[in-house]
């Protein structure tokens, strides 16, 4: 099959499409719980190309559904949301959370078919702080939410983040599964004899072309780079991809690093990006001077401007390609910073939108450093293929536990270990945060 078919396969997410209707098999975290007040503004939600309205009702349940009223198709946005319902203003027709129309006070009562009338709802949970959303084929029987660790964690546990990216879903998450771009990206200003020498995160400074394990894994794929440490041992970074969206990245040490990303699409050309850290983590990204002060242009502060009320108008980033991320060019050319962009995040953001809102795959050149990148392409190909001509169930969508021996991080380990052995035992040593058996439950 041509490149030019694979990226449609892999980048497009509308009603319809390969990736799209692959997507829709997986629950998908929408929004903070916070977003939505009981009672409060019907809020515009933009999930995979298709216009929706959340709100949350009298009782606190959440309601998502199409933008349109099925009357007459005025925008549900405009609607009042009182006493259990979100009533359209245009002729008052009153929908619950299932999209049952509850009212219908335009309508002689004798003339009334309100029973006949229901709005395109999807279903929803509220779990630890997070809306999330099922737009599958399951309505009536929803497959259980996945059992990523990090989101079974109360809400008081762990910190969670969106951020808006203007581009496809799928170059913003390719970043997140390439290890080699962060010791220039991140640390490219940086020398040796600047960092602590406890920091584990040296060996990546002394040597940027690590070496490279890539395999599938039964949540997606995973990769393990690898260079020399000190005498007798290798520093590994681990890192996997996991169906249908998500990552785990290297970030932290292994042993407490728990933590998940999701790449959520709300269109072909914008991207949600979920940052979800157990607060109990070692920290993230802990690059460290021997003076024990963080590098400017590494520290975690995002700044935002407001919220508005557009489809495109939740967590937007003040730095953004209108303003070229507002890079320093004075601190790249004093070398205080490799990009002269500030923050690790903004760093990866604007590389990311720098390629285009979509990618043209027909432009690349791929090389070893990008192993894990073109085999995450594939099994993403293969098993959303397998579900649209065949009905393959996707990974992970009957199975939410096969996600909770995915871990990330970085550690040390003797030479000669095998990779998948230095990884075994790491998973079994590693703190948890959520019982494995109430995980499961």
Known sequence: MSRARDREDLTRVGPGTVMGEFMRQYWIPAALSSELAVDGNPMRLLLLGEKLIAFRDSAGRVGVMDQRCPHRCASLFLGRNEEHGLRCVYHGWKFDTAGNCIDMPSVAAEQDFKAKVKAKAYRTADRNGLVWVYMGARQEAPPPLPAIEVTLLPAADMTRQFVQRRCNWLQALEGDIDTSHFGFLHMGSLALEDLDPEDMLRYTVMNRAPDYHVADAPWGTTYAGYRPADPGQTYWRVANFMFPFWTQTP???????????????????????????????????????????????????????????????????????????????????????????????????????????????????????????????????????????????????????????????????????????????????????????QAAE
């Open 251 to 437: 970030a932290g040490a292994f042993p407490t690093h728990v933590g998940a990303r999701a790449w959520v699409p709300m269109d072909d050309e914008h991207t949600m990006f979920l940052h979800l850290h157990w607060k109990a983590s070692s920290p993230s990204l802990p690059v460290v001077r021997r003076d024990g002060t963080v590098p400017q242009h590494l520290n975690r502060t995002l700044h935002f401007v407001p919220n508005d009320t557009g489809w495109h108008g939740r967590w937007r980033l003040r730095a953004n390609e209108d303003n070229d991320w507002q890079i320093d060019r004075a601190a790249q050319r004093a070398g205080k910073s490799f990009t002269g962009i500030d923050s690790i995040h903004l760093q990866d953001q604007a590389v990311t939108e720098s390629i285009g809102a979509i990618s043209d795959h027909e432009l690349e050149h791929l090389g070893p450093s990008d192993r894990m990148i073109t085999r995450t392409r594939r099994r993403l190909l293969q098993a959303a293929r397998a579900w649209c001509t065949g009905g393959a169930v996707p990974p992970g969508v009957d199975d939410p536990v096969l996600y909770l021996n995915a871990r990330s991080g970085f550690f040390l380990s003797e030479d000669g270990v095998d990779w998948r052995e230095a990884y075994a035992r790491q998973v079994k040593a590693a703190a948890r945060p959520v019982p494995t058996q």
